[in-house]
């Protein structure tokens, strides 16, 4: 089993910046693919930005160039800085960890964050 517990949502201005974290615990060793998600209400979850535990990172293309991920390997967290944001990253954003074995995924219980003036 593996727990992952975010922190670091809120609300924040058109142009502005947060940094979210993810935390894990449990049987962190079979942990390979960390990543983001985000849902908006009335959308399906999407793919945010992933990083594999040698660190390369892969990002949907709305984020690019604003979004940065970033992993810990010894204190088991991921982070997402998220720079110049807009109203249409308002979601609710979950932290995921993919498995070695099996590829199954494991979900944070969520973080909303929040754009607008």
């Known amino acids: 089993q593996v727990q992952l517990v975010e922190s670091g949502g809120g609300l924040v201005q058109p142009g502005g910046s947060l940094r979210l974290s993810c935390a894990a615990s449990?049987?962190?060793?079979?942990?390979?693919?960390m990543g983001w998600y985000r849902q908006a209400p009335g959308k399906q979850r999407e793919l945010v930005a992933t990083?594999?535990?040698?660190?390369?990172?892969n990002y949907v293309d709305s984020v690019k160039g604003r979004f940065t991920i970033s992993r810990d390997n010894a204190q088991n967290t991921v982070h997402l800085q998220m720079n110049s944001l807009k109203p249409e990253d308002t979601a609710v954003y979950y932290c995921?960890?993919?498995?070695?074995?099996?590829?199954?995924?494991?979900w944070g219980q969520g973080t909303q964050v929040t754009v607008s003036a």
């Open positions: 449990g049987s962190i060793f079979s942990i390979g693919t």
């Open positions: 990083i594999t535990s040698s660190g390369s990172t």
């Open positions: 995921n960890a993919r498995t070695i074995r099996r590829n199954y995924d494991y």
